[in-house]
């Protein structure tokens, strides 16, 4: 991909359950943010990491950085049919001025 | 009130024609984008405006051409529609990096 990668592209769990998407991107950064998109609408901006900060938490998501493979998780506890979307990375550099989304992974949580 | 707002929602043309998106955003931003979504869903970045100012333009084809009458509004025109721009365009804003997105126009070119 030119954008970045996430794995897997698609994730299908039963409710309770947690998920875990993982993304690379491919320069330098400063800030990683993860988004999520319900079908037919726009992203949502859910949490956002700094170059500096490994480790973040959002009641239930947490997110880790890892600079040095260029690499960030995204995880989802005790997952609800509700968090059925799609979820992408954004890599995002201050001096480019622009974020750059992965290819997103989707999500299906099965009541 | 919706914080990122695009107009239409749905857009069916034929190939040729030529037309236009539009976006409105009420949350103060200095910069605004556009943003493609193919049918695979890989999102790209199209143009970025800072101010007014076109800050990125990704080798996007000269058919395309945003135009920022103030730093609220950023418009997308499309000339000489082809098939391939057959996609979901959103617009999004910011001023921290974090995004606020609108809800996207879907175009369909026959």
């Known amino acids: 991909s030119q954008q970045g990668e996430e794995d897997p592209q698609a994730l299908s769990i039963q409710e309770g359950e947690n998920a875990t998407m993982n993304c690379s991107y491919k320069?330098?950064?400063?800030?990683l943010q993860w988004y999520r998109q319900n079908s037919g609408r726009g992203l949502v901006h859910l949490i956002l990491i700094r170059s500096n900060e490994r480790e973040k938490h959002s009641g239930r998501l947490r997110v880790t950085l890892d600079t040095s493979k260029k690499s960030s998780s995204l995880l989802i506890t005790a997952s609800r049919a509700a968090d059925t979307a799609s979820y992408f990375c954004?890599?995002?550099?201050?001096?480019?001025?622009?974020?750059?989304f992965g290819d997103g992974t989707t999500l299906t949580v099965k009541p | 009130d919706t914080a990122v707002s695009q107009t239409p929602k749905y857009l069916v043309t034929q190939m040729g024609n030529d037309k236009s998106i539009k976006c409105e955003q009420n949350l103060g931003h200095d910069t605004m984008y556009w943003y493609k979504q193919d049918s695979k869903k890989f999102l790209k970045i199209m143009f970025s405006y800072n101010n007014k100012e076109l800050i990125i333009n990704e080798t996007v084809p000269n058919r395309f051409s945003p135009k920022s009458p103030d730093k609220a509004h950023l418009n997308l025109h499309i000339n000489s529609l082809e098939l391939g721009d057959s996609a979901v365009y959103f617009c999004?804003?910011?001023?921290?990096?974090?995004?606020?997105f609108g809800e996207g126009s879907r175009l369909t070119v026959l």
């Open positions: 999004a804003s910011t001023s921290t990096g974090e995004l606020f």
């Open positions: 954004s890599s995002h550099n201050t001096n480019a001025g622009k974020s750059t």
């Open positions: 320069t330098s950064i400063n800030n």
